[in-house]
């Protein structure tokens, strides 16, 4: 399959075992006004997640999207997509100019200030199969975010803006954890959405 070549690939962020991209000016997405888009246009949700054996409800929402058929275990429960919206397919299609594959659905997380985050993990479901290539896009306020070495602990530290893209790929899941530090200093809301393909 050929994917025109949109932009120069920066250097991974990441010393070895596996490749983190960033595209710190992917200039389709860095009007503010995306930001707005993506709040009112999608059907966020509160975040739930099994803990102890009991459902527990996040501050953060999400929203899952993609083709009616990708079906996804997160946080211990199976989730059932909602179909595309324009702005999502928009998104996608750039992402996957770049990433050099495709992706069949999106999770979509709202962040509302500082407050809200998402600890170390990986996302090493195994519907994503052996060496998942995902694509992050990043809206609103600018947020501090960190890869950790699985057996070294080597730690890299880097900033998401508006608008930028982060691909992971290779081992990155396999071999690196992430993790969206929560700050007091931010009080802006965030939107990230992560492009994945679910094998079915
Ligand atoms: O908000 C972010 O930048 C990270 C989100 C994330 O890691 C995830 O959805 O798996
Ligand atoms: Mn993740």
């Known amino acids: 399959m050929g994917f025109p070549a949109i ?12 490749e983190a991209l960033l595209f710190s000016e992917s200039a389709p997405f860095s009007d503010p006004v995306w930001l707005d888009r993506l709040l009112d246009s999608l059907m966020w949700t509160p ?14 929402k999400s929203a899952w999207y993609g083709d009616l058929d990708a079906h996804y275990t997160y946080g211990g429960i199976k989730r059932t997509p909602l179909p595309w919206t324009p702005e999502l397919l928009q998104i996608k299609l750039h992402c996957e100019a770049i990433a050099e594959t495709t992706f069949n659905s999106v999770l979509c997380n709202l ?27 990043s809206f609103g306020a600018e947020r501090p975010f960190a890869f950790k070495h ?5 730690r890299i530290d880097i900033r998401l803006a508006h608008g930028t893209i982060l691909i ?8 690196w954890l992430h993790s ?10 965030r939107i990230n959405l992560t492009f994945r393909n679910i094998l079915m």
């Not at 962040?111 to 519907?127: F, L, P, T, V």
């Not at 052996?130 to 992050?136: D, G, K, L, Q, Y």
Request: some cysteine; glycine content about 10%; charged content about 25%.
């Open 150 to 154: 699985r057996i070294t602990k080597q």
């Open 47 to 60: 975040d739930t997640v099994i803990m102890f054996g009991k459902l527990r409800e996040m501050r953060r």
């Open 7 to 18: 932009m120069n690939a920066p250097n991974s962020i990441l010393p070895h075992d596996g």
């Open 111 to 137: 962040y509302h200030d500082g407050n809200d985050g998402m600890g170390w993990h990986a996302d090493n479901e195994k519907e994503l199969g052996p060496n998942p290539v995902i694509a992050s896009v």
């Open 180 to 189: 969206l530090p929560k700050t007091v200093k931010v009080m802006q809301p």
């Open 168 to 175: 992971m790929k290779g081992k990155c899941q396999e071999s």
